[in-house]
């Protein structure tokens, strides 16, 4: 929450670095700390995090950390398992995880910052 906190009031220098953050750089291969508190997080972890997250802002061509933060967000929801992977069932693939370039060259020849390009929420879902 502190993470979050800090994005809100200066969203230019601070990253918001939750679980579910966490789960989203887990499924690009990027290493984190699985659940990240206040004990757990040391200032420095947290400034390479934040650089990290910083490349990714870029390359996704957002304004600020916001804008990494909802691609993280999206990107986690998409890439989470489902409760039929867990009953047995297949798990879906995502296009985010099987071609994550062509997702991102899609955001970028829309020319509009990434929430933008996002698709709209359905009814019931975590981004409502």
């Known amino acids: 929450m502190i993470t979050a906190i800090l994005c809100t009031f200066a969203p230019k220098r601070y990253a918001v670095f939750n679980g579910n953050t966490s789960g989203a750089l887990a499924a690009i291969g990027i290493g984190a700390p699985r ?4 004990a757990t997080l040391s200032a420095e972890r947290y400034t390479q995090l934040c650089a990290t997250i910083d490349a990714l802002r870029r390359r996704i061509g957002g304004a600020d950390f916001t804008d990494a933060d909802a691609f993280l967000n999206w ?16 798990p ?20 509009r910052p990434f929430r933008q390009s996002l698709p709209s929420p359905k009814a019931g879902s975590p981004f409502e």
């Open 92 to 111: 879906k693939t995502s296009p985010c995880v099987s071609r994550p370039r062509q997702v991102v060259r899609q955001h970028r020849a829309s020319n």
């Open 35 to 38: 659940s990240p508190t206040v």
């Open 75 to 90: 990107l986690y929801f998409k890439t989470k398992p489902s409760k039929r992977a867990h009953e047995g069932g297949a």
